[in-house]
């Protein structure tokens, strides 16, 4: 079952970040929050938990410490539930943002009256991803900020942008979590002792991806895409259309169950609305919500299609350090140490190779939404041909 992400909406939620969350309190204290930050820092470090508590600090009606939301009120925990208009993230359709999303969804975003609350936080998910066209129409945006417009922009680094823009922006650094933040993050999630050294060492210093571990549907998904190589050896050649199959519809159905929570979030909306008892919904807000939720679930397939991307990576390179003789220690996968060595066996270094190469083009094909069944079925084949070698 899926569940919309956790809800977070305070200062609290936003973990390992203390110096980043340090100079947007005082901002916030000394009403001083720019119109634009950019917030550089590795991906699924906390950028979402910072804009939503940004975003409860600035619209809270009930708290009375300028710095942070109360974190309970409907406001707040709408915020948290990313529900309330005052926060948007805007995440990459494709490969990159387009100067379409920018005049379409952006600009009318900034631009809209708001119909409650006082300032709204837009984050731009990658924004080191808007192509020149975008990045153009967004510093016109940027040259005249509408006064109730807080934006963020999430950069893994600044490079890619116009000077133009990261000039009109305040800076705040995001830090990888260290091994202890990301135990004290496995503890809180609930994961089992005697998993959490694995799942840890799984998620590569992303609390993200810890987060995903927490889940029991990915934590399985994670050992069927580990076992893809050994399952491909056992059910031979006649495996590859039927996994391809398999694997697609597994990330359809996540698409599926994000739809079904989407439809609960909207009745209990409708409901915090009134929508039965009187008006109905404000003005455009169910057709904002309806647009923002189904781009949510195009996204989610996506998502679970690049974790088995991400997977299938990570095992096929910790079989190159089992065959590099590396100790256990530096496995990415270290639950997965025995079926590590026999798939060594299985396949020789150069086929390894090979199989991260055709990873890496499934990875370019689907970001070019090249069908999804077509794409793994080649990256299967490329993995088992020297599986059935004689
Ligand atoms: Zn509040």
């Known amino acids: ?39 550089v ?7 979402r938990e910072l ?3 940004l975003a409860a600090a600035l619209n809270c009606p009930v708290s009375d410490d300028p710095a942070t939301g109360c974190g309970t009120c409907s406001t707040c925990e709408r915020i948290a539930r990313g529900t309330h208009p005052a926060v948007l993230d805007f995440e990459p359709e494709g490969q990159f943002h387009v100067v379409d999303a920018v005049r379409g969804d952006w600009i009318p975003a900034a631009t809209r009256t708001m119909t409650e609350g006082r300032r709204k936080v837009l984050r731009i998910v990658a924004a080191d991803r808007m192509n020149e066209g975008a ?13 109730s417009v807080v934006w963020l922009l999430d950069v893994e680094e ?9 000039s009109r922006c305040r800076r705040i650094d995001l830090v990888p979590w260290t091994p202890d933040a990301m135990a004290t993050l496995a503890a809180q999630l609930g994961i089992p002792h005697e998993d959490r050294a694995a799942r840890v060492r799984a998620a590569m210093g992303s609390p993200d991806r810890l987060r995903d571990l927490a889940d029991p549907e990915l934590a399985e998904a994670r050992w069927r ?7 491909l050896a056992e059910r031979g050649p006649g495996a590859v259309v039927p996994m391809a199959k398999e694997l697609v519809a597994w990330s359809r159905g996540r698409s599926a169950a994000l739809k079904e929570a989407h439809l609960g979030e909207m009745e209990r909306l409708e409901e915090a609305y009134g929508v039965e008892r009187d008006k109905g919904w404000p003005p455009g807000v169910k057709q904002r919500l309806t647009k923002r939720f189904e781009r949510l679930e195009r996204q989610e397939q ?7 991307l991400d997977d299938l990576a990570s095992y096929l390179r910790d079989l190159l350090a089992v065959h590099a003789g590396a100790d256990a220690a530096t496995l990415v996968n270290i639950d997965h140490e025995a079926a590590l060595a026999r798939d060594a066996e299985r396949l020789d270094v ?6 991260l190469g055709a990873v890496e083009r499934c990875r370019e094909a689907f970001e070019r939404n090249g069908a999804p069944e077509l794409q793994l079925e080649r990256l299967l084949l490329a993995i088992s041909l020297p599986l059935y070698r004689p």
């Open 135 to 147: 990045q153009n129409a967004f510093l016109k945006v940027l040259e005249e900020p509408p006064a």
């Open 158 to 166: 600044d490079g890619l942008l116009l000077d133009t823009i990261v």
């Open 51 to 53: 804009a939503r508590a």
């Open 302 to 308: 996506r998502r679970a299609l690049e974790m088995l």
């Open 350 to 355: 150069v086929d390894v190779v090979a199989g």
């Open 1 to 39: 079952m899926t569940t919309l992400a956790p809800p977070v909406a305070t200062w609290d939620d936003v973990l390992g970040q203390d110096a980043a969350v340090r100079s947007l309190r005082s901002a916030l204290a000394g009403d001083q929050v720019a119109h634009a930050w950019l917030v």
């Open 225 to 231: 895409h580990l076992a893809i190589v050994a399952e």
């Open 41 to 47: 820092g590795p991906s699924g470090v906390g950028q």
